[in-house]
């Protein structure tokens, strides 16, 4: 695909060019051997890094970041689909870090891709989501010394009421919805029969789904993966002969394995095939550093295009971007922005709105919504859900047009919850008194002593009017698709596929189906030029930092919030208490959330 106007191209770094491929050890005699028919090319792609679906920041000052989009790795192979002079794709999976819907989306443009032309895949060591990829392969090739260990899903939670209640910590909260769960981490030792149905269920349609991908691309019965994946963590001999992988050779030796496919040819390797994709570098080092001191200027859209417009973490306040943990952030301010960029730009002929976000501040979730469905009234706005759509995340989708999940997608959670946490009875423990005075009958809503229980009432109050709000906007955005949203509101969670048996989505697809019916949609023809917004910051936008509220770790000073992101400790762990620092500083301003704040870690 195209982006921003400029027709893709693609550098060729190395061209390795193999004859007949000889026994180790030996040169090939070339005597008398005939003249070998036209050149098999193969595309050469090493998938790594992070995969995510917002441009890392740091791309706009090196060239070389290890992070890029879905969007980014889809346009490489589809150029390779697209390429006339390319015959196969062989593609290195090698340790990429996504999740499984983006996972599932890439392995689907695989095996699109090899319904024509042969895509041939190898790895060392691969778990759930880089195996997925490489199982869309026609030939899926292993490392002897690798590992294959999938072992099946899991998930886990937290539950600190123990620990608050050895601290002298007071947690109140209110929920709206039976099954919202949200507070349960704060106000009980272990899950409620409720919140243990939803997640057996989430599993149950998790892991059938994984199962039943690996299945489809390898051509095995589902039961015979399940099989497999019981006796993990597997070497490569067990992969073989489970039927995970079809042949075991070194990094070394697997090109040329490959031309051995064909040895009436000659094998022409592209290597690094399109790794520049959607790239436009300044063409000298002034050029560069002029484009990243300089202000942002207003985009020249010169071609009817498609803009990808992406929320990507907890929702807040302010601009997009990454917290001190690292992670993402769906600003509103950088969010309303863009719709309405959208919405004025003439050549902008339709949105795909990519959100994966659990939620957060409710307002913030009102006043994206509210841009969406206006940028809607002028033109189409297909949603695509990548990993989840839930609460406020759930919220957003709903000022567009149609909505499509991708299968791994975690969608819903329509609840709220409001609260906060009391360290008085801890403070008064360790002998420090606070004294308070209040002005207005409802003032000690604002203060950090435990809440009356009146002021439980105005909190409960606040929080039921905005579940109504938000159960109304669900109700006006899917008609008569949701027969009675009281059966799939009260904070219920949903895999993609169970969401579309109970209309909360339309279709479960990726985003290339989403672009598909957005160009459907927009009566572009021909290949439609692709935008990818917001885009990355310049140099001189992130010294100025306008706009930045981005929750736990914002405004650190710069040494600082890289010392915390190197601390010793695990990064998953790093962001869980991330994720809780940023919930905390919404409920200490706004005090309603749409979100989940028991912060769901799927383990594969």
């Known amino acids: 695909m195209r982006r921003n106007g400029i027709t893709v191209g693609f550098l060729i770094c190395l061209v390795a060019v193999w004859g007949w491929v000889s026994p180790a050890g030996a040169d090939p005699d070339t005597s008398g051997q005939e003249e070998k028919k036209a050149d098999w090319t193969v595309a050469h792609i090493r998938l790594h890094g992070v995969v995510s679906e917002t441009p890392d920041e740091l791309s706009v000052l090196l060239e070389s970041t ?36 983006v996972a599932l989306e890439l392995a689907e443009a695989i095996a699109e891709i090899d319904r024509s032309k042969p895509v041939y895949t190898y790895f060392a060591a691969a778990q759930f989501p880089q195996y997925l990829v490489a199982a869309a392969g026609r030939r899926v090739y292993m490392e002897p010394a690798g590992e294959l260990p999938i072992i ?133 080092v002034f050029a560069m550093f002029s484009e990243l001191m300089s202000p942002p200027r207003k985009e020249i859209i010169n071609e009817p295009s498609i803009a990808i417009i992406t929320a990507e973490g907890v929702i807040m306040p302010g601009s997009s971007g990454k917290t001190m943990f690292g992670m993402q952030v769906a600003g509103q301010q950088t969010l309303v922005k863009a719709f309405r960029q959208a919405r004025d730009e003439e050549n902008i002929k339709a949105v795909v709105f990519r959100i994966n976000s659990p939620g957060g501040s409710a307002l913030a979730s009102e006043m994206i919504y509210q841009a969406v469905q206006d940028c809607a009234m002028d033109k189409p706005v297909v949603v695509s859900i990548a990993g989840m759509g839930a609460s406020g995340g759930y919220y957003i989708a709903m000022g567009g047009h149609t909505v499509f999940a991708d299968p791994m997608s975690i969608v819903g959670s329509i609840g709220v919850v409001g609260g906060r946490i009391s360290l008085n009875p801890l403070l008064e423990d360790q002998h420090m008194h606070i004294h308070s005075w209040t002005r207005g009958r409802h003032a000690g809503l604002n203060l950090s002593r435990p809440w009356t229980d009146e002021e439980m009432v105005v909190i409960r109050q606040h929080i039921n009017r905005i579940y109504r709000q938000f159960t109304g906007r669900v109700s006006d955005a899917r008609g008569e698709k949701i027969k009675d949203i009281d059966k799939v509101a009260q904070g219920r969670i949903f895999t993609a596929g169970q969401a579309k048996q109970r209309g909360l989505i339309d279709a479960v697809g990726g985003l290339r189906n989403a672009l598909a019916e957005a160009q459907k949609r927009s009566g572009i ?51 869980r208490i991330g994720y809780l620092l940023q919930l905390a500083g919404i409920l200490n301003r706004d005090r309603i959330m749409a979100a989940m704040p028991y912060h769901i870690q799927v383990r594969y």
């Open 66 to 101: 290890k992070t890029h989009t879905t969007q980014y790795w889809l346009d490489r192979l589809n150029k390779a689909a697209e390429d006339e002079q390319v015959d196969a794709v062989a593609l290195v999976v090698d340790n990429p870090q996504l999740s499984p819907s």
């Open 152 to 284: 099946g899903l899991g998930i886990e939670m937290g539950f600190y009421k123990g620990t608050m209640d050895k601290w002298g910590i007071t947690p109140q909260f209110v929920q709206a919805g039976q099954f919202k769960g949200a507070a349960e981490p704060y106000m009980q030792t272990g899950p409620s029969e409720e919140l243990d149905k939803q997640m057996n269920a989430l599993l149950d349609g998790l892991y059938g789904r994984l199962c039943g991908a690996i299945a489809e691309h390898r051509g095995m019965k589902k039961k015979a993966v399940e099989k497999a994946i019981d006796h993990g963590p597997l070497r490569a001999e067990a992969a073989k002969k489970y039927g995970l992988v079809d042949e075991l050779v070194t990094a070394q030796s697997w090109l040329g394995e490959l031309a051995k496919r064909h040895p009436d040819r000659r094998a022409m390797v592209i290597d690094n095939y399109a790794k520049d994709a959607g790239k436009a570098m300044p063409s000298s």
């Open 525 to 575: 023809e021909g290949e439609p030029n692709i935008l990818l917004w917001p885009r990355p910051k310049t140099l001189f936008e992130m010294i100025r930092g306008d706009g930045d509220a981005r929750g736990a770790g914002a405004g650190l000073p710069g040494g600082l919030e890289t010392a915390m992101r190197a601390l010793p400790v695990e990064s998953e762990r790093l962001q």
